[in-house]
């Protein structure tokens, strides 16, 4: 199979990766100041992406229906036989 292996950025996101981080400080100064606005979206948003940053983002429950848990679904694989047209594989 072709393309990236998984996990590695493309190109482009690689690229805009390196770009901020060679700006890392005056980001952060930013983002901080933001947790000190007067609008109370944006100082909250600041303060979610402080915190997501700093210790990571908590994880989310799976959930499915009626709040039990996560669906499972079954995957199969069925190989035909062309010339038995009379059986389901």
């Known amino acids: 199979m072709g393309g990236r292996k998984k996990g590695s950025l493309n190109k482009a996101t690689a690229g805009l990766k ?6 890392e400080k005056e980001l952060v100064k930013g983002l ?4 000190k ?3 109370l979206n944006i100082r909250l948003k600041a303060l979610q992406a402080c915190l997501d940053r700093g210790w990571g983002k908590s994880p989310q429950p799976m959930t499915g229906e009626d709040g039990g848990g996560p669906a499972i679904l079954r995957v ?7 010339r038995n047209q009379n059986s389901d594989g």
């Open 18 to 23: 390196v770009a901020f981080q060679k700006h």
């Open 32 to 35: 901080l100041a933001l947790t």
């Open 37 to 39: 606005s007067k609008d």
């Open 76 to 82: 199969e694989h069925v190989i035909v036989d062309p």
